[in-house]
């Protein structure tokens, strides 16, 4: 039986992975390669950041370690080295070959940690969750349509390609030090999907998770997003 | 002395959450089936006062509309005579699915332009709101809201919106 505090943790790292996808994404509003690409991240990434919300909603609840009001507290008043964000989140990029590889590996992983997540929760979390991995479904099946539509042209494959190696540590290394450590499973399915669309996977199994070491976009979009509530009252993320 | 019987009657309640509409979708909350229960608690401190409790399922978890609704809804149900509190309660105990939305709700919902979605011996069949075709396309997932997915009319050569069975 997991702790309630080291369930915290894990829901954590999950919220805060939820929260700086969604808005690196929701950054790219506008940015992709057509407008019904833009109706469809700005959707994506409008989901992952209510995700956010309701699992440091969620947090407060199970760990009395978390006095905020609110899931604002999260954000906008936990120390910046408080935040978790797994390596393979934290890189940002405004490459869309590259945004395609880490956002379909994101959410196998995501996928995967749902599903283990739910067999340790109770109540109103498991309930949630569940939900959350219905929708998430969706999300999983839009990047994965990318890679296949990618796999057509030759161009398209090589740039994929070149993307997978560079993110295949991060997806490796996703689990470590959490309670799904040695888990392969994620790994498996994302190799036996990329191989049926005609992608290389790499044999790198350690990779390496990251989490905790923040990159400067993320300390920047917590400053920025901080710098907006602070001149904007009553304003929300 | 003690008394267990309410002051507020559970039918006007309903009536009241009846006239609040979904921001997103021009039907009420109660045809877009997401209350699912309503609950009364006596208000001891005042005389003759109640409590309501409203539970809400969201059509999706990160449904950003539903802090408007909770507003309207606790506008709506306050104006009630002897109603000492109004709370609304996110639960997910319950899923919400398309069949959770009422006949007349449907209806007007397809009036509105926005079509259902089902899925029958697994495939996704979706009619075109405004000549009934099934000769549609799917143009996208995803749509200007998180429970909507944007569709094209082959016969009448019109866009329309349908909502996503979450299947």
């Known amino acids: 039986m997991i702790q309630a505090n080291q369930l915290a943790k894990e829901l954590l790292y999950m919220a805060d992975d939820e929260w700086v996808i969604g808005s690196f994404l929701a950054e790219m509003s506008g940015g992709g390669p057509f407008v019904e690409e833009n109706v469809a991240i700005s959707s994506i990434a409008q989901d992952e950041i209510g995700h956010a919300e309701i699992i440091y909603n969620e947090i407060l609840d199970l760990d009395s370690a978390f006095q ?66 219905r929708e998430e479904r969706y999300h999983h099946r839009h990047w994965h349509t990318w890679l296949s539509k990618m796999s057509a042209t030759l161009e398209g494959k090589r740039r994929i390609q070149e993307e997978i190696y560079h993110y295949w540590p991060k997806l490796a290394g996703f689990f470590h030090g959490t309670f799904l450590a040695d888990d392969q499973t994620t790994f498996q399915s994302v190799k036996k999907e990329l191989t049926t669309l005609g992608f290389a996977t790499p044999e790198i199994k350690e990779g390496f998770s990251g989490r905790g070491v923040l990159s400067d976009d993320v300390k920047l979009l917590i400053t920025r997003s901080r710098v907006l509530v602070e001149g904007m009252s009553g304003g929300k993320w | 002395m003690v008394n267990n019987i309410d002051t507020v009657n559970e039918n006007i309640i309903w009536e009241c959450l009846y006239d609040v509409e979904d921001p997103e979708l021009p039907i009420s909350i109660v045809d877009l089936g997401i209350v699912n229960q309503v609950a009364i608690v006596r208000d001891e401190t005042v005389n003759n006062g109640s409590k309501v409790f409203v539970d809400i399922t969201p059509t999706f978890t990160g449904c950003p509309a539903w802090k408007e609704i909770e507003k309207r809804v606790i506008e709506n149900v306050s104006l009630i005579e002897n109603v000492t509190e ?45 000549c009934k075709a099934t000769n549609v396309s799917r143009e996208n997932e995803f749509g200007p809201t998180l429970c909507k997915m944007i569709y094209y009319c082959n016969d009448c050569r019109e866009p329309f919106e349908a909502l996503k069975s979450l299947l």
């Not at chain 1, 008043?77 to 934290?90: D, Y």
Request: a positive charge.
């Open chain 2, 86 to 130: 109004v709370q609304v309660r996110l639960n997910y105990s319950t899923e919400w699915t398309l069949e959770k939305i009422s006949l007349k709700g449907k209806a007007k919902l397809n009036e509105f332009g926005v079509a259902m979605s089902k899925i029958w011996r697994g495939k996704e069949i979706v009619r075109c709101p405004r």
């Open chain 1, 68 to 133: 905020w009001e609110s899931a604002d507290g999260f954000v906008h008043q936990r120390p910046v080295s408080g935040f978790k964000v797994s390596a393979l989140v934290s890189a940002k990029t405004i490459d869309w070959a590259a945004i395609i590889v880490q956002h379909y590996f994101y959410e196998a992983a995501d996928q995967y940690r749902v599903s283990q997540l739910i067999e340790v929760v109770e109540g109103r979390t498991k309930n949630v969750l569940g939900q959350m991995a």
